[in-house]
């Protein structure tokens, strides 16, 4: 076959679709790595713990029991009873399992199948700016537009609430809203949440509530979940994931909870895609769900002891500044006195100090002027990326 050429009958969406810079910065870290570099990795958002032993173990028990066939679609009913058990404990969210919690494969399947659910060609989904690359994706996977809320980085990251009647139109269909926040790390208040209740209901607009960093607080904030607000529970979507919570990355299990008919749609685009998530990591799920949960505890505990590490190394090298995240596990700080663009400064930290980051682009335009730094990795690591931060921004930037 001719290479280069191209394939005549690709589809405008999925020529629509580009790499995300995230996905540069990985590969090119790892091809460092693999030539014997030794890469500090600030850019992976995933806990660097092991997954906790029950949870394994209980996914060895599934194996060995040969619980390793197709499960129904939309998830074993235990686990969907185990999440419905969860949500009104944890979230004040009601969600009969029978009909109205979907298992999938990850937070990022989930999120897939709510706007293929959801979405028709040329309806307009609020995103607030920046944010998870992915969400753009989704998006126009389901030939639907994405409209930019920005993020104002004087208010910690808080949406800039004034302005978001000017972001709506006749198509406007759904509201997405992401608290603890990726890759700002700020979360939404009650007062927020209500602001955008308000607005959800006087624009008669679905909510898409990502909530997969939910645990991960630190201070004396709690979470609240958008389904739990009044008259919010038959217009949101919540979506969740074990990933982060339990340090299951690679084990694929999210969910969606919301109002019946939704879900049953959601249900059927996964029958379409994946048919059901792996069984093996549905039954670990359920034993994260119901087994000890002092492991999430000890891990968020850290992961504070982190963000503070990181806060103050950053805020000590001249150009950059920190504001303390207040959730999930990023740092996002200003580089815009260094007088490069964020792709510029991701791209030397990599290759001069050997610290792989993510340009602030690539969680869209107006997360340019910031990189992100995951400190899902030991203080040990991040106290070396920071030293050779500061050197490499002193050596070739004069620490302007």
């Not at 600030?42 to 394994?56: A, S």
């Not at 992401?178 to 890759?183: C, F, G, I, R, S």
């Not at 000890?292 to 992961?303: L, N, S, T, Y």
């Not at 290759?351 to 990189?371: C, D, H, S, Y």
């Amino acid at each position: 076959m001719e290479k280069g050429g191209g394939v005549k009958s690709l589809s405008k969406r999925s020529q629509e679709l580009k790499p995300t810079a995230f996905a540069e910065f990985f590969a090119e870290a790892v091809e460092l790595q693999r030539s014997g570099e030794d890469v500090m990795h600030l850019h992976v958002g995933e806990p660097d713990f092991r997954t906790p032993k029950h949870i394994v173990e209980a996914a060895q028990e599934a194996i060995e029991e040969g619980f390793t066939h197709y499960t129904p679609p939309g998830g074993f009913f235990e686990l969907r009873e185990a999440i419905s058990e969860k949500l009104k404990r944890d979230n004040n969210i009601d969600a009969d399992p029978e009909d109205e919690v979907c298992v999938l494969s990850g937070g990022y399947n989930a999120l897939y199948c709510a706007f293929q659910a959801l979405i028709d060609p040329g309806d307009e989904v609020i995103v607030p700016e920046p944010c998870l690359p992915q969400y753009w994706g989704d998006i126009i996977l389901a030939g639907g537009r994405a409209v930019a809320l920005e993020l104002m980085e004087e208010e910690d990251f808080k949406p800039d609430l004034d302005k978001l009647q000017m972001k709506v139109s006749d198509r406007t269909k759904v509201l997405l809203i992401n608290t603890p926040q990726n890759p700002t790390g700020s979360i939404l208040t009650m007062e927020d949440l209500e602001e955008f209740a308000a607005f959800a209901e006087n624009n008669d607009l679905t909510v898409i509530s990502d909530e997969v960093y939910e645990k991960f607080l630190y201070g004396n904030y709690h979470h609240v979940s958008f389904a739990s607000l009044s008259g919010m529970a038959e217009r949101t979507l919540t979506i969740n994931s074990f990933s982060k919570t339990y340090a299951m990355t690679g084990w694929r299990v999210g969910y969606a909870a919301g109002e019946s008919g939704l879900i049953a749609k959601i249900r059927g685009v996964s029958e379409h895609t994946i048919w059901c998530p792996s069984s093996i990591a549905q039954k670990a799920a359920i034993a994260a769900l119901r087994g000890p949960q002092g492991c999430v505890r000890e891990m968020v505990e850290e992961f504070r002891q982190r963000r503070d590490l990181i806060t103050a190394g950053l805020n000590e090298i001249k150009g950059f500044s920190c504001r303390t995240p207040k959730g999930a596990f990023y740092a996002f700080p200003s580089i815009e006195k260094l007088g490069l663009s964020s792709m510029e400064l991701a791209q030397l930290l990599l290759r001069k100090a050997m610290v792989a980051t993510v340009p602030g682009v690539a969680f869209g335009q107006l997360g340019e002027g910031n990189i992100r730094l995951s400190f899902a990795n030991s203080k040990e690591n991040i106290s070396k990326a920071l030293e050779r931060i500061g050197r490499v921004v002193e050596e070739c930037l004069g620490g302007h």
